[in-house]
Every structure is written in C-alpha cells, then in structure tokens.
C-alpha cells in the first residue's frame, strides 16, 4: 500500500517536472491533429452540453474557447481542461484529470485509488461541497475553493500554493513545500 502511494506520487511529480514554460501541464493528445490508433479524443470548442462518459483510452479536451457543461463520468480517461469544466453533474470513477483554467463541480468530489487531479498554475477549481481523497491523488499549484472540509484519509494531497475550505480533516498529512497555504474557515 505504501509503495502504491509512492509509486503514485513519484508519477505525479515527473507530471509535474513536465509542465510548460507557462506553467500549465500539458495535454499532449489536445495538441495533435490526428487521434492516435486506440484513441478517442473529444474535442469541445465552445459552449457544450452533451453528456460525455470518458472511458480508458479517451481524452475530453476543452480548449480556451470551450466550456463543458453537460454531465459527465471519467471511467478511466483523461480530461483535459484548458478552458472552462462546469459539469451539471461529474461522477469520477477512474482516471485523470488536468485542470488549466477553471473548474467547478456543485457537489462533494471524490478521489479514489484510481483517480488522480492537477490543477495547474494559474487555474481555479471551486467545488461547491467537501473533497474527500481515499487512496487518489491530488496536485494543486493553483487555487482550490471547497466550500466544505477537506478529508484526506489515504490520499496524496501535495499543495504548492493556495487551498480555501472549512477545515482540514483526516489521518493523512499534506505535502507542503513551503510556499503552500491551507486557509480554514474553522
């Protein structure tokens, strides 16, 4: 189990090294032109709200121009948000997400041992509810606004800038790099 979590944050980190000279991690399969074989790549361009489930294999790629309203399920892919992603509903089942700009979910969000979420620098993500991290990942050297606690129970929570909740919760620490802050309302 211990060697899962650091295998996971070892990934992570190399996710990190990784990110563009603006600071934003990069999507690789949004860059391209053509999907590559096995591949499904979503590409939303402007306003849309079509219910997408994103399995293995499969890239939601939201550009600066887009923004993603319709409901959504991450079975295992990948998303990649270099505009806005305000889901009317967001069930996270596996996957990954990267977060470029701005996101919001209007409910609890769930990180599970297969899900992981960077929110790059320069981006916001706000969820209107608590986040709960048991076994997944989240890198944040952007903004998070949760508006209820944060519980991080057996998770990787690794903060580099700023985190807005109620309270910091759970038996799992936070990995801090000096420069993170966690403001609590509590």
């Known amino acids: 189990m211990k060697f899962n979590c650091i295998k996971r944050l070892l990934i992570l980190l190399s996710l ?20 590559l074989n096995d591949t499904l790549v979503i ?9 997408y489930t994103i399995s293995t294999g499969e890239t939601l790629c939201i550009y600066k121009t887009g923004t993603c309203r319709g409901s959504i399920v991450l079975n295992g892919g990948t998303i990649c948000n ?11 089942n596996s996957g990954v997400i990267i977060n470029n700009k701005m996101m919001k979910v209007n409910s609890n969000f769930y990180l599970s041992s297969s899900t992981s979420c ?10 209107n509810g608590s986040l709960s991290i048991t076994g997944g990942s989240l890198v944040n050297e952007g903004i998070i606004n949760t508006s209820g606690n944060i519980n991080n129970n057996s998770g990787v929570l690794d903060n580099k800038t700023i985190i807005n909740c109620s309270s910091l919760l759970g038996s799992n620490s936070i990995i801090d790099h000096g420069r993170g802050q966690v403001n609590t309302k509590n």
């Open 43 to 51: 590409k939303v361009n402007v306003t849309d709200t079509t219910t």
């Open 82 to 92: 270099n505009g806005k992603l305000i889901p009317k509903s967001f069930v996270f």
């Open 118 to 127: 960077i929110n790059s620098p320069g981006s916001v993500f706000n969820i």
């Open 16 to 35: 990190v090294t990784s990110s563009l000279a603006k600071g934003q991690f990069t999507c690789s399969l949004c860059s391209m032109n053509t999907a």
